[in-house]
């Protein structure tokens, strides 16, 4: 699903969060990658999540306060 690849990605960069989070749902659609966690990137592998990339992305609606916490996999780069 994901346009580009988490190398091309860095913070301030712009994404779409995936149409199965809650947020939206309700509306909160987009963002900007404000903080990334580096996994190790053999996540599918061994089948620990810990292992996997994620971005804090910051979220345009106004009523989010929050960094949603999105894996870097499920986003589309805006």
């Known amino acids: 699903m994901a346009i580009g690849t988490t190398k091309h990605v860095c913070v301030g960069s712009r994404v779409e969060i995936p149409a199965y989070c809650d947020l939206w749902v ?25 292992g996997a990339t994620y971005f804090g992305v910051r979220m345009d609606h106004p009523q989010v306060k929050r960094l949603a916490w999105m894996n870097s996999d499920d986003c589309k780069y805006l």
């Open 26 to 50: 309700q509306g909160a659609r987009t963002g900007t990658i404000e903080r990334v966690r580096v996994g190790k990137g053999d996540y599918l592998q061994s089948g620990d999540a810990r």
